[in-house]
């Protein structure tokens, strides 16, 4: 029983560990993939001009892996309304999308945009790599938050303390 234990420590932890890797890969594609302002504009006139679906693909899927929220936000508005008119390439519509959620900092959602394209392809490296560092993302945002609810109790802590002490002393005084 404690090899199973030790067994699944090492899994866990080998888990853990893709999940760290796939992130950092992950976002250091992600930003030497980022587009500039200058690509962003020409296929801004692109799609004005001639707004076909795969013009209009190509833009969207530049604007998910810009610098601004609004940018982020507006090539998921895109991307997911190409699916929803039944664009042909709806995998990478919703990866552009799990991509830009990532970017805005809603892991859970890219983790789920991710699931869903691995329902249908499996073997997606792209998408299991954006699930795991989507996974990882999650759990260090959560552990941040854990940690800062820890500090602030603990501050709370000692001030109640404090405030004891010196209400002890004030009582004593009398």
């Known amino acids: 029983n404690n090899n199973n234990n030790n067994n699944n420590n090492k899994i866990m932890g080998e888990t853990k560990f893709s999940q760290k890797n796939a992130r950092n890969d992950l976002e250091t594609k992600i930003h030497m993939a980022r587009p500039t302002r200058e690509i962003l504009e020409e296929l801004a006139v692109v799609v004005s001009n001639d707004p076909s679906p795969d013009n209009t693909f190509q833009y969207a899927f530049c604007l998910s892996k810009s610098t601004e929220a609004a940018e982020l936000r507006y090539a998921i508005t895109i991307l997911d309304g190409l699916v929803k008119e039944g664009y042909e390439h709806d995998f990478d519509c ?8 990532y970017l805005l900092g809603d892991h859970q959602e890219s983790r789920a945009r991710c699931e869903n394209i691995l ?21 260090e945002k959560e552990q941040k938050h854990l940690q800062k609810a820890a500090i602030v109790g603990t501050v709370g802590v000692a001030a109640l303390s404090v405030a004891g002490v010196i209400a002890g002393a004030l009582l004593s005084r009398r």
């Open 94 to 101: 919703m990866y552009g999308s799990a991509t830009a959620l």
């Open 119 to 139: 329902r249908s392809h499996p073997d997606n490296r792209l998408a299991r790599e954006m699930h795991l560092a989507s996974i990882a993302a999650q759990e």
